[in-house]
């Protein structure tokens, strides 16, 4: 059986980083995010007894089989629907990949919902968000519509998604600003394990939940600054913990900071706009949509900067007609 899926990336505003555990992936703490309509990834997925071999394409490329994360997911997909079928899998992002802005997102909540469809799975949307946060847990977030919740919970059942907005909620525009499209050096699945052996981590749990509560009050109310003002700090309180972990981790760029900096100019001259960053290079400008376009012209004038990519609040992972091969 076949089928195919697309799903988005999205942009947290509270971020997640750290994990409890690492076979389940279960954060250290709660996120809010936006699922971003522009960032997308499309995943073919066919069960065939026909197959000898299990395959993964992904970009056109053949990828190893060897310690593959996406023959891995589909192993717990096969587990559930109680067979061994080999699979041909063909996947496709239509944006850089590795580079901060959350391919694994976006990739594993497309073969999550594509593997389970090809399976014959009926599974819910709060189950489907605890399947693909298993493949990666940012994945979870992007299987809801909209603006997203991720509850961290305890155990695998209560650790998920949900959506607290639909995308129609409110017209935030995430303007991303891509600096570099070179992988980064050091993954965020890496990334995570060494969260706890910065000294700023310690404090980062203590206040995380005031955090999230605030942001979710901000989404209520639609309160652009408050909003801006506390996602801004947010990525940049991220960053401090990538700095001081061992080994440390540098993924600003040069051009990085250049967009940073403009940012905060651009708001001294009356635009509401403000960043927030990933594990990578490539800067995220949340405004309204009003001024969305002013955002991208502006910063496509920044040197180092390859190219603008605007999102508006997208729809979560869904299955669509059209395969891939």
Known sequence: MKATAVAPSNIAFIKYWGRKDEVLRLPENGSISMNLSNLLTTTTVEFSDALKMD???????????????????????????????????????????GTGLSSSASGFAALTVAGAAAAGLKLSEKEL?????????????????????????????????????????????????????QKKEVSSSSGHILAQSS??????????????????????EKKLQKLGELIEAEALELHAIYLTSHPSLIYLLPETLRVMHA?????????????????????????????????????????????????????GARVIEKHLF
């Not at 587990?79 to 699979?87: I, S």
């Not at 990666?136 to 603006?147: E, H, Q």
């Open 199 to 220: 000294a700023f981590f310690p404090i980062r749990k203590k206040y995380i939940k005031e955090k999230i509560a605030l942001c979710k009050k901000y989404l209520q």
């Open 129 to 181: 968000s605890i399947l693909a946060r298993l493949g990666s847990g940012s994945a979870c977030r992007s299987i809801p519509d909209g603006f997203v919740e991720w509850k961290d919970g305890k155990t695998n059942e209560t650790s998920y998604a949900f959506s607290l907005y639909k995308k129609e909620y409110w017209d935030l525009v995430d303007v991303i600003a891509v600096t570099s499209t």
């Open 55 to 97: 395959t993964v394409i992904f970009n056109g490329r053949k990828e190893t089989l060897v310690t593959n994360r996406a023959i891995k997911h589909i192993d717990a997909i096969r587990k559930l629907a109680m067979f061994k079928t080999k699979v041909k899998i063909v996947s496709e992002n239509n944006f850089p990949t």
């Open 263 to 315: 940012v905060k100019e651009w708001r001294e001259n009356g635009l509401s706009v403000y960043f927030t960053l990933n594990t990578g290079q490539d800067i995220h400008l949340i405004c309204e949509k009003k001024n969305a376009q002013k955002v991208s012209r502006l910063a496509q004038k920044i040197e180092g900067v390859q190219k603008t990519i605007v999102n508006y609040p997208s729809d």
